[in-house]
């Protein structure tokens, strides 16, 4: 079964920065990109940034200059470096990851975590 999971979410003041993490688990053979949503209440889900199978990144503009997403491919896991941290900023943020290969299936699947709160405020 796969499974993600995300951590590092929590509340910090305007212009700090947070490190978010989610790790891929099951018997998985490839991942093409893993990245990064958000989405805050009365607002559409948005991506943030994601991290493509050539290694190539897109990062959202709003977001652009503060944070930086990062993809380790022996752990499975993507990071998400929050600098500058802005109000705006504040919401549900979920990791996804794209076209797993489940080698237990035999299937490629998307994958949402269950998401970890951010919230900036003073």
């Known amino acids: 079964q796969v499974s993600l999971v995300e951590s590092g979410g929590g509340s910090v003041q305007p212009g700090g920065s947070l490190r978010l993490s989610c790790t891929a688990s099951?018997?998985?053979?490839?991942?093409?990109?893993m990245g990064w949503y958000r989405q805050a209440p009365g607002k559409e889900r948005e991506l943030v940034a994601e991290?493509?199978?050539?290694?190539?990144?897109n990062i959202a503009d709003a977001v652009k200059g503060r944070f930086t997403i990062s993809r380790d491919r022996g752990t499975n896991t993507v990071y998400l470096e929050m600098n500058s941290l802005k109000p705006e900023d504040t919401a549900f943020y979920f990791c996804k990851a794209d076209r797993v290969v489940d080698m237990t299936t035999q299937s490629i699947t998307d994958y949402w975590g269950q998401g970890t709160q951010v919230t900036v405020s003073k």
């Open positions: 099951g018997n998985i053979f490839n991942i093409w990109s």
């Open positions: 991290s493509v199978n050539n290694g190539d990144t």
